[in-house]
């Protein structure tokens, strides 16, 4: 699978059994449909995240292609005192977040309690011991 932003290939993190699709080049993240059930536990959770999202003027940032379908994804933004733009497959398929939304969601979700095992399993994924030197290296 291939990047939408940047088309070099997505690698696979993979933690407590859960596989997350990242890109090295621009450090964006993709959760498809199967790894955010997983997540959340059922698919009623999972249809309830994929559709959370209230739309967002597509206008300021192009429209990336999902990567599973290839179909044109829908900006939408997160819930908080200072909104996150992502990318929504329509179709279900997943998620796209760029360098640093999923970061900023995480903030915002942590702040309010919300879903507290799938902030501390993608804090797991993308942050660690050697998180901070990575920052540092960057």
């Given at each position: ?5 940047c ?34 536990g ?44 992502y ?52």
């Amino acid at each position: 699978m291939d990047c939408p932003v940047c088309n070099e290939p997505l690698i696979v993190l993979e933690h407590e059994g859960v596989e997350v699709d990242f890109c090295v080049s621009c450090q964006g993240v993709w959760l498809d449909a199967t790894e955010i059930e997983l997540l959340f536990g059922d698919a009623e959770a999972r249809r309830a995240f994929l559709s959370a999202g209230r739309p967002a003027d597509a206008r300021k940032e192009k429209r990336r292609r999902c990567p599973v379908c290839r179909r044109r994804m829908t900006k939408a933004l997160s819930s908080g005192e200072r909104p996150v733009m992502y990318d929504r497959c329509d179709k279900g398929d997943g998620v796209w977040f760029d360098k640093g939304e999923l970061e900023e969601i995480l903030r915002h979700e942590a702040a309010h309690g919300a879903h507290p095992h799938v902030t501390a399993f993608l804090k797991g994924v993308f942050t660690g011991p050697n998180a901070e030197e990575g920052r540092e290296n960057s």
